[in-house]
């Protein structure tokens, strides 16, 4: 009898200690979520550099190309991360997103809705794809309501494509690098500063270093 309750209790202590271990929170280090954290403000400051020089007409067909290059990263995401469970209504946010950055207006403001509204759920690299399906099947809608509109006549820029899509494959890049960020730093360090941009990069390479030297210290002996 004793036997029999000891054996069941080490059973049930390996069974928690292997569900903790599998923690996506848990299991990434702080400095990979600053080094992420650090890639995501790069990435998110300068995703609109490669279309400066070419014309986009309205933007309805640009944003249609870069929401192409977004969820091109989702789908890479999505098989990293061994297709996990898809959660529909993170489409709700991909479709706020789009429908506030149309034209490439200041909508894009809504960015914070919609993290709040995407992002906050752990782990928060598993809504990634169906986040950015939402944004992609958005902004097919849109163009084609466009075109229908326009009589099939609308007005496109093929330079804009290449350029285009490449400045969605750094925007998606970016948020995937900020959602891999709150794996291990919340949102209350990351969202601060990957909005605020360039002039915190001297803070995070402080805290890049203070995080790689810190373990180091601890174990030097005070002698």
Known sequence: MT??????TTNATVHVMTSSSTSPTDSTPLVIGYVAALVSTRFFGSNFLPVKKFRSGN?????WVL??????????CFAIRGFPTYRPL???GGWIW???????GKGLLVWGAVWLFTGGPHPGLDYIFPHFT?????????????????????IIYPNIILPGFVS??????????????????SESITFPIITTGWKNYAVLTIAISIGVQA???LDYPND
């Open 134 to 154: 939402g944004i992609f099947m958005s902004s097919t809608a849109y163009l084609l309501v466009y075109c229908a509109l326009a009589r099939n006549n609308p």
């Open 67 to 76: 929401c192409s290059g977004v969820w091109s990263t989702g789908v890479m």
């Open 215 to 217: 373990p180091f210290l």
């Open 168 to 185: 969605g494959l750094m925007w998606g890049t970016a948020c995937i690098a900020f959602f891999h960020a709150n794996s291990s730093l």
């Open 59 to 63: 933007g309805i067909f640009f944003q």
């Open 90 to 92: 993170s489409m709700i």
């Open 98 to 104: 789009c429908t506030g950055s149309i034209g490439m």
């Open 3 to 8: 036997n029999f309750i000891t054996g069941t």
